[in-house]
């Protein structure tokens, strides 16, 4: 043994007994803990080298063993104790807010005192090992990354759900008006880092981490992105909650636990393939609690029939097929304060699982089958719709999803002895886009037929309670569903419907008599064939607030989409600008960028007041401060170059200029000018000389996204994408100055991987078209320049940080109907630069042009209705302009710093505090240390 206490590599490993009385550790019972970082409970265990044992990395415990993994030096083995520790393992309890209303104050003040008190006597490593041990049972089995992950994610854990308990009970006690948020989609991202750093325990974390030879980011990336979201309606929904939690607002977030999320995205050939998303296979999901004791029935089918009562007709919804509703609770923690909320998302599962009469009588499937039917409702996001089964499936989900959340809803107001008529004054529920819309209905429903209000009065408060975020103006992606489908699936539902339409019509006709047009345009039934239920409307006239989420896609509303109906409610249409949280997007996705912050900023106080970054404004010329910026990007783009190199097997040069395309495929957000213009830069690379080819920009071009499984030309798109890839890749020609790549399964751990490395991000959808957009934020808070229309947020953005600091270019917005017209009936002459390009096309340069004879077509003979071919000259200046600038590093540094530094409107605290303040007439409700 050395003199510090660590065994030389050629002698035998010895325990060394580490004992700490009471005091040292800060009460509680005498320890003992090895210096291999495990607890010791026997003094006669035998060597490391005789018992089972777990490799881990170099940890101050042991600097000298050379046991190699992953490539990095790990100690020696060692063993787990044979007796467990002296305390019990704590079990997470039900959160406070279904605790009996009579339980002690003083009671539950005792109960939580003993849960912090062991948090703070167990240092973190002893905390993980005892998961490992006693949560994981991997006592007699090698320790791998997985189970250290899954271990300190449950050691996190304990120390969330004390918070989040503590929250409930406050609130509880306070019984505040809270706002229920209903989203079909969150995407989460991995929760490990953004709850440690939410608790402020990273120091504690990493050091004990540390000391078990692992890297706290290392076990990170073990984490399983949450499979709950697609694009940006989920990642804002998940901001939203990062927001409310921070900013003390009480809040629930309500959506669906879906098993397979919409699926996993693989490329073979070149082009996409969907496979599931099996994020909940093979492991637990530590940063959730199955409620157990929350479950709700929710009908389908079945038929309604009147009962008088007195001189009133009440109606029954009775028979069809019952699902069970199964609540499962992720709590949300806020950052640097204890207010915890929940996330609560509703798993579908049979009412009665197994039939055990068909499986005697030898009909094995049958058994079965009412399992396999409720199970497919939260099976998959967004099943496809093409079919009448994916239709009547959608919709099946969307009302599963809001029943249960209704019926939680009330149960909680009950619960707290509060009539339902002050439930606008207890509650505020925020639908987040139209796929939660049918909630308006099956709210009326449960006031009518199951509390016996009147009409009147259940509309007073379902429409003083629902609120509305309308998130497209493209009309197609408005939902409208069959009316025989609604008959069929939700026949209460339906007649409810066709109620709220009649009172709603007669309004409209006695302020505009004998208005047959304005009639057909505000009803919420669409007289086709077959008859439609418009959701969108039926949302404005169930809720008191309608909003857009960008300023000039709140005007399209009122003037394009719904003028007749702002005409009617125009106090009910308001803005409110999205926004991004900067502590996943800045904090945690970009932290060399966030010490350079705090550094010139002189603190983390930027965390929660990004305002603070307009300081830096002011220095952006200093070349200190240049320089630094610099690094931390360099940084950033290293990291993404290694990716590259691991996932596509393409070397890319981090000097070169990492222009960025990540979003959701569609024809209107360009993917596919953007590959066009690629094109054209090989074809202007190949016909160059060797001179003119040393003064051109080096470029990495940067694509991911997904297509909708039934969504065939954006999977055009994507293989076009990767057809051009390999081609200009191959191509030693070419080399360094241009490579393209396409990264597979775009999620938010890998857009936190993207964001901060890219020098120029495009957001280039046809104006008018983007209803806001939030990847332009993320991309501009972490020093991106845009290239981009003037659409969605892009206008608001260009306000902030000065127009010249972008890169824009295309139709404004209220130009496109006039160019659709006159495309209509003379299209103009195709420009030569883009023509070219359509001709390598069909000569087969990129693979058989009969793989993308749909794309040319959608361009060409009049049907552009996206202008790509309008748009394609100006969009060529202005990457030429992106080039011309990148090569003045001190300019393109100073736009960059300015970009970052007037991000600060574009925060997710700012948005919620004006939807709290405006639509909710929600107050904090600060927990108290």
Known sequence: MSSNGHASPSAPVKKVSLSFNNNELGGGARRSFSREGSFLGNSNATSAAESSFIPISPSPFSKQAEIIRGGRKSPEPFTYPETKPTYPEAKPPAPAEDEPLELHVEERKRQHALAQEHLKVEPVEASVLRHVQYTLARRHQPLTAPDLYLATALSVRERLIERWTDTQSYYTTKDPKRVCYLSLEYLVGRCLQNTIHNLGVENEYTRGIAALGYELEDLAAEEHDPALGNGGLGRLASCFLDSMATLNYPAWGYGLRYRYGMFEQRIERGQQREVPDYW??????????????????????????????????????????????????????????????????????????????????????????????????????????????????????????????????????????????????????????????????????????????????????????????????????????????????????????????????????????????RLSALSIIEESFPKMVRMAVLAIVGSHSVNGVAEIHTGLVRTRLFPQLADMWPERFNNKTNGVTPRRWLLLANPSLAALLTKWLGGQGWVTDIERLRILKAHAANPDLQQEWAASKRVNKLRLADYIQRHCGVEVSADALFDVHVKRIHEYKRQLLNILSIVHRYNVIKAASPEERAHMVPHVKVFAGKAAAGYYLAKRVIHLINSVAAVVNGDPDVGPLLKVVFLANYNVSLAEVIIPASDISQHISTAGMEASGTSNMKFALNGGLILGTMDGANIEIADAIGRHNMFVFGAAAEDTDGLRREMAYQPPPTDERLQQVYSCIEAGAFGPASDFRAILDSLQHGNDFYLLAHDFPSYLEAQAEVDRVFVNKADWIHRSIVSASCMGRFSSDRTISEYAANIWHLEAVPCPE
């Open 280 to 517: 909940l296979q093979g492991h637990t999901n530590p940063w959730e609690v199955q409620r157990l004791d929350i479950s709700y029935p929710v009908r389908f089918y079945g038929h309604v029939h009147a009962v008088r009562q007195g001189c009133n007709l009440r109606y029954q919804w009775e028979g069809g097929e019952i699902v069970k509703a199964q609540a499962f609770d992720s709590p949300i923690p806020g950052y640097r304060t204890r207010n915890t909320n929940t996330m609560r998302l509703w798993s579908s599962c049979a009412w009665d699982e197994f039939d055990l009469n068909a499986f005697n009588a030898g009909q094995l499937a049958a058994a079965s089958e009412a399992r396999v039917r409720a199970e497919s409702i939260s099976a998959v996001l967004y099943p496809n719709d093409h079919t009448d089964a994916g239709k009547e499936l959608r919709l099946k989900q969307q009302f599963f999803f809001v029943s249960a959340t209704l019926q939680d809803v009330v149960r909680r107001l009950k619960r707290s002895r509060r009539p339902l008529a002050e439930l606008p004054d207890k509650v505020a529920i925020q639908l987040n886009d139209t796929h939660p819309t049918i909630a308006i209905p099956e709210l009326m429903r449960i006031m009518l037929d199951v509390e016996g209000l009147e009409w009147a009065e259940a509309w007073s408060i379902s429409t003083r309670t629902f609120a509305y975020t309308n998130h497209t103006i493209l009309p197609e992606a408005l939902e409208r569903w069959p009316v025989p489908l609604l008959e069929r699936l939700l026949p209460r539902h339906m007649q409810i419907i066709y109620e709220i339409n009649h009172r709603h019509l007669q309004e409209v006709e006695a302020r505009w008599p004998h208005d047959t047009e």
